[in-house]
């Protein structure tokens, strides 16, 4: 079982690698355009999140076991509303390797990618990204992190996990309301 979820995981990685590929190769003006946008939007200013209140809203998700797939799709909460999530990787010992990013609608891909350029170093999450709302670190099966963020504006943000391969699958919806 963990050789062929193994080999699904490269197989994904080799995906979204050759989607990376495809879209340099199309015409400047649609390769470029979210490289720019990215690059140049400015980062969002982090909201000072005071440690001793108690967060509006608490969710925790997890992993569905080994597979990659969070065992909560979607939850919902109040705009500017703290927020805490507590992210579980449900993983066996000798399984892999997840996070989860809450990130602006329509950028889970370039998220994706530019988690695969920051590197295993960097946890697969791409430091300074303006298009990641909040994240947690790479989670070892068995252990988890949490994040507390101020939730934004009304509408339906993703969140996804940045390890290559995994943000195919690995998908859920934050509804801010």
Same mark, same amino acid.
Not at 93 to 100: F, V
């Given at each position: 079982m963990k050789f062929s979820h193994l080999?699904?995981?490269a197989a994904c990685a080799c995906a979204v690698a050759l989607s990376a590929c495809t879209k340099k190769q199309e015409s400047p003006s649609t390769a470029t355009a979210p490289e720019v946008q990215a690059s140049t939007a400015p980062a969002a200013a982090p909201v000072a999140v005071d440690p001793n209140k108690k967060p509006d809203f608490e969710f925790t998700i997890g992993t569905e076991g080994d597979a990659m797939a969070f065992d909560k799709k979607e939850f919902e909460v109040k705009a500017g509303s703290l927020v805490k999530v507590t992210f579980k990787n449900n993983a066996a010992? /000798? /399984? $892999?390797?997840?996070? $989860?990013l809450v990130v602006k609608p329509g950028s889970e891909q370039a998220v994706a990618n530019a988690g695969i350029q920051a590197g295993n170093d960097k946890g697969w999450t791409p430091a300074g990204d303006a298009n990641v709302l909040a994240g947690t670190k790479l989670v070892n099966p068995g252990e988890s992190d949490s994040v507390v963020f101020v939730a934004p504006a009304a509408g339906d943000y993703p969140y996804i996990c940045t390890f290559p391969g995994h943000a195919m699958v690995m998908k859920g919806v934050m509804h801010v309301k």
């Open positions: 080999m699904v995981t010992a /000798g /399984g $892999l390797q997840h996070n $989860l």
